[in-house]
């Protein structure tokens, strides 16, 4: 257990649906993000916040929708997804600021989009 | 951009065998190397390097960063089959308000009894 809980671990999901994946940090942590990890190729970072606030986005398709609601709370809301949007989705978080920070990762949720 | 890339991509031993994993990079502002472990869900913390030359060692992993040569290796010794991974090398390459992993592709190790 790494302190980096995610919900649902499984997602099957059809194009037209709305659905929205959770990850709670209980380790006092000030930054969190979302990784997609598509079969065979790297870990890709999706959105990075800090202190609640959204400091990267890193050129995601707009039917992938963060929140972040206090710095233990992280969501992704997906909508009108496409078949290539299946993948383990990833959260993590850090402590934020400093060097040599450690980012710690949750379960992941598996998404299908059928 | 940052870039990580790790050889081999694919690595195959017998239980007993040592294995060494490799890892370079290319990042602006260096911060940290981790190495983690990816069985079949997220991905587990093995090492942080900081400073070149010092090897970190946790049982029969072993870790050292080259920050001259800018690379990395991962060595395993005495490999069991619990061993067989992914093992993922990343690169924090970020600034105050939060880490920035860059991840490699990974080497999928494969112990076999």
């Known amino acids: 257990e790494t302190g980096v809980t995610q919900t649902p671990r499984h997602l099957v999901m059809g194009m037209t649906n709305k659905k929205s994946l959770k990850c709670e940090q209980h380790?006092?942590?000030?930054?969190m993000y979302w990784y997609k990890q598509s079969a065979k190729k790297p870990l890709e970072l999706m959105f990075v916040?800090?202190?609640?606030?959204?400091?990267e986005n890193n050129s995601v398709p707009s039917r992938f929708s963060p929140e972040c609601p206090n710095s233990s709370h992280l969501f992704l809301h997906l909508h009108t997804l496409q078949p290539e949007d299946s993948a383990l989705y990833l959260c993590?978080?850090?402590?934020?600021?400093?060097?040599?920070?450690?980012?710690?990762f949750g379960p992941g949720t598996r998404l299908t989009v059928l | 951009e940052d870039k990580v890339v790790q050889s081999p991509l694919s690595l195959v031993v017998h239980e007993g065998d040592t294995v060494t994993l490799n890892c370079s990079y290319e990042?602006?502002?260096?911060?940290?190397l981790l190495w983690y472990k990816q069985e079949k869900k997220a991905p587990t913390f093995l090492f942080m390097l900081?400073?070149?030359?010092i090897e970190k060692k946790s049982g029969r992993l072993s870790s050292i960063l080259d920050n001259k040569e800018l690379f990395s290796i991962l060595n395993i010794t005495a490999t069991q089959t619990g061993d067989s991974a992914v093992y993922l090398c990343?690169?924090?390459?970020?600034?105050?308000?939060?880490?920035?992993?860059?991840f490699g592709e990974g080497t999928q190790l494969t112990v076999n009894p």
């Open positions: 993590a978080s850090s402590r934020s600021g400093g060097t040599g920070d450690t980012q710690y």
């Open positions: 380790l006092g942590h000030n930054a």
């Open positions: 916040y800090s202190l609640e606030e959204r400091v």
């Open positions: 990042v602006t502002n260096f911060r940290s």
């Open positions: 900081t400073s070149s030359g």
């Open positions: 990343a690169v924090d390459g970020g600034e105050t308000s939060g880490s920035r992993l860059t």
